[in-house]
T-cell receptor
Framework: DGGITQSPKYLFRKEGQNVTLSCEQN?????MYWYRQDPGQGLRLIYY???????QKGDIAEGYSVSREKKESFPLTVTSAQKNPTAFYLC???????????????FGDGTRLSIL | KNEVEQSPQNLTAQEGEFITINCSYS?????LHWLQQHPGGGIVSLFM???GKKKHGRLIATINIQEKHSSLHITASHPRDSAVYIC???????????FGTGTRLKVLA
């Protein structure tokens, strides 16, 4: 079955460490997205990518970095510069604007990141 | 004021009750997406609609573009419907998602 796989499900970070969250999709989607979810708030966009080797900052990109070397993969690194990284992180993908503007996003099961 | 507002924030119902969750938005949209988030955190797509009404099983979604309002109805609710329901709009022109804060539904047996 096609879908989005995020790993790990739970992740713990020590102060000063960088950690990388994995997101893989086999839906043949061009576009991929990273969101952060905090209690009582809607999902907020961190980074998105419409095509391989290209990505743009979202609304809350500070302290995060991404890469898009393969169509299927869009890893997110939470750097030590992110002062409040404890949150639930969701990856999503869509056909993308290049093939169909406003297409529905499909979501993974998320990674919960906590600070030790 | 948030661009996408959902009400109520929390809802507790008895099994079998008819449930309505509301979503109002203040931006121009190309479509609206209803999502369900399970207790484990994963998000599932329910409906994407840009006009009228859609139905799937016990779920019905409606949208009124002129009034900038959408509703999600659940008929004959069941404890397995307990989840957070999220309304998201896809903005016209930029095609970005803006999410509501969600409605937490608990259905008691």
């Amino acid at each position: 079955d096609g879908g989005i796989t995020q790993s790990p499900k739970y992740l713990f970070r020590k102060e000063g460490q960088n950690v990388t969250l994995s997101c893989e999709q086999n839906l043949n989607h061009d576009a991929m997205y990273w969101y952060r979810q905090d209690p009582g708030q809607g999902l907020r966009l961190i980074y998105y990518s419409q095509i391989v080797n290209d990505f743009q900052k979202g609304d809350i990109a500070e302290g995060y970095s991404v890469s898009r070397e393969k169509k299927e993969s869009f890893p997110l690194t939470v750097t030590s510069a992110q002062k409040n990284p404890t949150a639930f992180y969701l990856c999503a993908s869509s056909i993308g604007e290049l093939r169909g503007a406003g297409s529905a996003q499909h979501f993974g099961d998320g990674t919960r990141l906590s600070i030790l | 004021k948030n661009e996408v507002e959902q009400s109520p924030q929390n809802l507790t119902a008895q099994e079998g009750e008819f449930i309505t969750i509301n979503c109002s938005y203040s931006v121009g949209i190309s479509a609206l997406h209803w999502l369900q988030q399970h207790p484990g955190g994963g998000i599932v797509s329910l409906f994407m609609l840009s006009s009228g009404k859609k139905k799937h099983g016990r779920l019905i979604a409606t949208i009124n573009i002129q009034e900038k309002h959408s509703s999600l109805h659940i008929t004959a609710s069941h404890p397995r419907d307990s989840a957070v329901y999220i309304c998201a709009v896809i903005t016209s022109g930029t095609y970005k998602y803006i999410f509501g804060t969600g409605t937490r539904l608990k259905v008691l047996a």
